[in-house]
């Protein structure tokens, strides 16, 4: 890999919950490729086992992914490629030994204590009633999408750092989607300058709302959570209705 990387960080709420845990999440890109980087505490770290750097397939592409160990904290680099060599295995044993040299480095911060794990998918389900939101008798408990999730979700998902819930139906091809952070409140200020939308206080809750031409979003800060709920849709007309996507925003500040 040759040239400098840029760092990058989507709009998703896991870069968020590896911060609330101690750590870091972010992308990065350079001319030749693009991945993911991570550093979490070891004592919450238990989806990133240390092993050899390795590739292996991932649905229709190749997976690399290096971790390692400094200090107290474990460090991990995926990226994507579409060959499996030695050469993509030495790549991301290359980038693994440099982010292990650079969280080692780093300044530390003191670990608050971890927050209480959010309610099961299944209870939240229970709670919010993904089948009305979605206009459908008959759900599915996970996106419409082929192939596993990305690195970075599982990465916070396998660790506890959020709760992240899907609900789908194949009619219409809706999605629902719940994301909660636990203790990622006081984060509110970075994550909306990074979401955007517009400011819509719930039940006197900070919130945000956004819509798109294939999906809604809120936003909002609970006493102690983030929380995310975001609607997925084919066409316009197949869309969820806000006024929905904001009841099931509620449901959940209740919990928080």
């Given at each position: 890999m040759t040239g400098s990387a840029v760092a990058t960080?989507?709009?998703?709420?896991?870069?968020?919950?590896a911060e609330v845990a101690g750590g870091l999440l972010c992308g990065f890109e350079t001319d030749e490729l693009s991945g993911t980087i991570v550093a979490l505490p070891a004592d919450r770290a238990e989806s990133l086992a240390v092993t050899e750097a390795e590739c292996a397939p991932f649905y229709d592409a190749v997976e690399c992914i290096g971790t390692g160990s400094?200090?107290?904290?474990?460090?991990?680099?995926?990226f994507l490629t579409v060959t499996q060599t030695q050469a993509e295995v030495d790549t991301v044993a290359r980038l693994r030994d440099a982010a292990v040299d650079a969280v080692r480095v780093a300044a530390r911060t003191p670990l608050a204590e971890p927050p209480a794990v959010p309610p099961s998918c299944n209870d939240l389900a229970d709670l919010i009633d993904p089948s009305a939101v979605l206009r459908a008798d008959e759900i599915f408990p996970v996106p419409i999408m082929e192939g596993d999730f990305p690195f970075d979700r599982r990465v916070v998902e396998g660790t506890d750092l959020v709760r992240a819930c899907d609900w789908s139906e194949l009619t219409d091809f809706r999605e629902l989607q719940v994301v909660i952070v636990p203790g990622g409140?006081?984060?509110?200020?970075?994550?909306?300058?990074?979401?955007?939308?517009?400011?819509s206080p719930?039940?006197?809750?900070?919130?945000?709302?956004s819509q798109g031409d294939h999906g809604?979003?809120?936003?909002?800060?609970?006493?102690?959570?983030?929380?995310?709920?975001?609607?997925?849709f084919g066409e316009p007309g197949d869309a969820e209705s806000m006024d929905?996507?904001?009841?099931?925003?509620?449901?959940?500040?209740?919990?928080?």
């Open positions: 960080e989507p709009e998703t709420l896991w870069s968020t919950a400094s200090d107290e904290f474990t460090v991990a680099v995926s409140a006081d984060r509110w200020d970075k994550v909306t300058d990074r979401f955007g939308g517009t400011v719930i039940d006197g809750a900070d919130a945000t709302e809604l979003r809120i936003l909002v800060r609970g006493s102690e959570d983030l929380l995310l709920v975001e609607g997925r929905d996507i904001r009841t099931v925003a509620r449901q959940l500040l209740a919990l928080s």
